[in-house]
């Protein structure tokens, strides 16, 4: 198995500024996912992160507001840049890592409240 | 877009098995059936995953219909901690591209005492 940390576990922001979230994975993974949770809601895919590539985003979601970093294969990023209180969510930093075992793996989230 | 379909919620009584159903008519050959739970405040977690076989592990067990259109997760003897969100997922496993997981909106299983 994978374990993933996620820096931080929650944060509350003023609207109109940019949080940075970090995922840590406990070996080298291939491919790194980011979804988002909004309240009471199920679990939507931002992007996609590999590293040496730039990530690529599901739609309704653009680089300027998630940027996401991936500069080698145990760690990345995802900035919610300029904030409002929509933004306000579990962000959850996911692994998969192919080839070695069938499942993907989850962090524990960062609980983010835009005020 | 998710490729299952779940009832909302559902209820059962401590020390019962669990039925959780899941309906996905349009997977494909290479697609496997995978389940994870999501309990309160915390990630995702993986539960079982299957082919076309029935499927059974520590946690749980997987029947998949012959056809492969629909499948049932079972939890032998829930206790209350398994009241949860219970996802039911199709997957890729070709390795050739990145697999995403792709959530749908999950059964919400309450264990009653």
């Known amino acids: 198995s994978a374990v993933i940390s996620q820096k931080p576990s929650r944060d509350i922001c003023q609207r109109g500024t940019s949080l940075t979230i970090q995922c840590q994975v406990d070996?080298?993974?291939?491919?790194m996912f980011w979804y988002r949770q909004q309240p009471g809601q199920s679990l939507t895919l931002i992007a996609t992160a590999n590293q040496g590539s730039e990530a690529t985003y599901e739609s309704g979601f653009v680089i300027d507001k998630f940027p996401i970093s991936r500069p080698n294969l145990t760690f990345s990023t995802l900035t919610v840049s300029n904030m409002s209180p929509e933004d306000s969510s579990i962000y959850l930093c996911?692994?998969?890592?192919?080839?070695?075992?069938?499942?993907?793996?989850f962090g524990q989230g960062t609980r983010l409240t835009v005020v | 877009d998710a490729k299952t379909t779940q009832p909302p919620s559902m209820d059962c009584a401590e020390g019962r098995a669990a039925n959780l159903p899941c309906n996905h008519s349009t997977i494909s050959g290479n697609e496997y059936v995978y389940w994870y739970r999501q309990i309160h405040s915390q990630g995702p977690q993986y539960i079982i995953h299957?082919?076309?076989n029935n499927e059974t592990n520590e946690m749980a067990s997987l029947i998949i219909t012959e056809d492969r259109k629909s499948s049932t997760l079972i939890l032998p003897h829930a206790t209350l901690r398994d009241t949860a969100v219970y996802y039911c997922?199709?997957?890729?496993?070709?390795?050739?591209?990145?697999?995403?997981?792709?959530f749908g909106p999950g059964t919400s299983l309450s264990v009653i005492p």
């Open positions: 997922i199709v997957r890729s496993t070709l390795k050739t591209s990145y697999d995403k997981v792709i």
């Open positions: 996911s692994v998969d890592p192919t080839g070695v075992t069938p499942e993907a793996f």
């Open positions: 299957g082919l076309k």
């Open positions: 070996s080298q993974v291939t491919m």
